[in-house]
């Protein structure tokens, strides 16, 4: 491809790009095609000769998009939303063109310094301690890995990274029975091991019970255990739980232990005022990790990572071979605050999106999405053939279709069906939790251009299927 047909073809994608947008609620939400099928259409070999881009897209629409499930839809209101939004999207083009690697300042003095003034915005629009300092991380399960290897370097006085365990065989670590996979993942990699993380049972609303919390931390110092991390979510992923932040935090204070706050998606509410709440007691935490690619219309990847203190940080990752040696000193070299070496031109996105929306305009939209969760919640409860399954605190509503007459297996064996059959509708798309052994569907609406009047048609579409069953 020459610089002539790179720009038609650029034109007519960005025509493309306008009309998927503009489409893609026509489109099934979830893709519905078959195992292997997408495989079985692509030659298992590539071209040994250049092939027309024509074909190229051709192929893209005709294979690609069917088998795509679509993130962006007003329908889609699984797990979590992971939003775009056209000024986002727009960056990400800008950055592919640049192409540039931000791992020390010099090598893209703008990218670094940008980034750190995003940082500065974030901590701004979301009421974060002004002394914390920040890096985008590219997700949020890599920041969480982060916070663990900074409290097991932390409390081994840097000797892990220097001498491998040895000596260290009785970290514990510390989250709820409701915390993200992530954090499973994250023990094993850091070495700490899955037999010492605790997973501490939680109350009636699914947040951690800090007496247990603080139960087991006692009786692991009195067998010769020592407590490095406790990890407290903002919103737990199966029904955005908040775990109580302040005595966490007192507690972490009392024993010396790093406190970890995971605000993956529900750490975007932190741009209310009115949501400030939930995060009464944050500022005492040592890190903190939320996903403005989740909720805040900045497309994957974007995990904003927060700490307090930032040597701890460049002391746990840094690494400086004669190839990355610079003279440039005052400044951030991003690649000493997290895992990667090379890093994508991220905060362009961030800038992007928070000129052209506004502070204000992105407060009204995740405002209407917890209303529209609160809408919801009425209409569950107002009907008796469903039940609300857990404490709405945002937008994501926890329900199952329940018209009494049958056991909780029988139940959870309709409510498969019925969510199954919404999705396979392609007109919504749901996900699923289990709270106490029951099936529970979950519906998160929050995608960027959706509107009121997709939440409505979504719940008549599940009545309606309900009806069918
Ligand atoms: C509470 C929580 N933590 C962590 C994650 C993982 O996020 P990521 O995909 O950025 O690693 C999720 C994903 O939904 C989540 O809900």
Redesign the pocket.
Known sequence: MDNNSFRKWGHELVDWMADYFDQVENLPVKSPVKPGSIFKQIPDTPPKQSEDFENIIEDFKNIIIPGMTHWQSPGFMA??TANNSYPSVLAEMLTATIGAQCMIWDTSPAATELEEMMMEWLKKIMHLPSEWHGVIQ???????LVAILSAREKYSDFNINNNGFKTYDNFRIYCSSE??S?IDKAVRISGVGSTNLVKIPTDAHLAILPDALEASILEDIQNNQKPICVIA?I???GTTAMDPLEPIALLCKKYDIWLHV?????GNVGILPECQDFFKGLHLADSYVF?P??WLFVNF?C?AYFVKDKMHLIKTFNANPEYLKTNAENVHHYKDWGIQLGRRFRALKLWFVMRSFGVEKMQEKIREHIEWGKWLEIQITQNDQFELMAKRSINLVCFRYNPGKYSNLELNILNKKLMDTINASGQLYLSHTKIKEAFVIRMAPGQTYQEKHHIEAAWKLIIEISNTL
């Not at 995971?262 to 529900?266: I, L, N, Q, S, V």
């Open positions: 797990y979590f590219d997700t949020a399960s890599t920041a969480t915390t993200h992530s979510t919103g737990t992923t995971d605000g993956a998606y529900a996903n690619h989740k990847d995990s």
